[in-house]
């Protein structure tokens, strides 16, 4: 179970925003939870957003925009449904870190632009912690499958600048760094939510339970370059 997945949805509509995070998803939960069905709730890095360091699974969640806020008022709301109905054991929290694909952003320009030997736009002062879709949906799999229950996290291995991100994979792919312009969100004029260089999970709780390791970015590189045509 997903909900809203944009930032600025949540920045322009607060009711909207607080009826979908804390009535209609609670709700379906509870509905889901006293029919003993299964349920993972996807939740998100930005629960931990104004964090000083790498937070484990059971960490209180210290967000500091309303993205953040509101997954973590959603994730407060179901637990509590599922220790009010004793459904614990049907529950599951799966928080991710950033999602790479060849058609998201900014890597869907960065492809296009490196393709037509055009000049990328990266930050040195915004950071993330990359994994893909593919190996987040083979998590949410294992976790339906395993029918697991509690908090869980899947992570990259470690926090990048988006800069050092293209920096490495210029590397890898061997493409001409000379592409990489280093700018910032205000000359770009985009609006950065939050700026924390702590992006990151741990997983050690994860790791145990599902036998699943942080992504590697050689793996997010690979990945990126087979839509290279440089």
């Not at 957003?49 to 953040?68: C, L």
């Not at 499958?145 to 996290?153: A, K």
């Not at 939510?193 to 145990?208: C, E, G, V, W």
Request: aromatic letters at 14%; proline letters at 3%; one cysteine or more.
């Amino acid at each position: 179970m997903a909900y809203i997945s944009s930032y600025e949805i949540f920045e322009r509509n607060q009711d909207y925003s607080k009826l979908i995070c804390t009535v209609k998803i609670p709700y379906i939960v509870e509905q889901l939870l006293m029919r003993n069905i299964y349920t993972c709730f996807i939740s998100s890095n930005a629960v931990f957003s104004d964090t000083k360091s790498i937070p484990s699974e059971y960490d209180t969640t210290s967000p500091s925009f309303h993205y953040g806020i509101y997954k973590s008022k959603t994730e407060e709301a179901i637990l509590r449904i599922s220790e009010k109905l004793k459904k614990n054991k049907f529950l599951s929290i799966l928080r991710l870190t950033k999602n790479v694909s060849n058609d998201s952003s900014p890597f869907n320009q960065w492809i296009k632009n490196i393709n037509k030997k055009n000049d990328i736009n990266v930050f040195k002062d915004l950071y993330f912690s990359p994994i893909l879709f593919q190996k987040s949906a083979e998590v949410v799999f294992k976790l339906l499958s395993n029918q697991n229950e509690g908090i869980f996290h899947f992570s990259g291995k470690s926090d990048i600048s988006y800069y050092d991100f293209a920096d490495g994979f210029f590397n890898f792919a061997n493409i001409n760094k000379e592409l990489i312009n280093i700018s910032s969100p205000k000359k770009l004029n985009i609006k950065i939510h939050y700026k924390n260089h702590i992006t990151s999970l741990d997983m050690k709780i994860t790791q145990d339970i599902l036998n699943i390791k942080p992504m590697e970015l050689l793996e997010i590189y690979s990945y990126l370059k087979k839509f290279i045509r440089y």
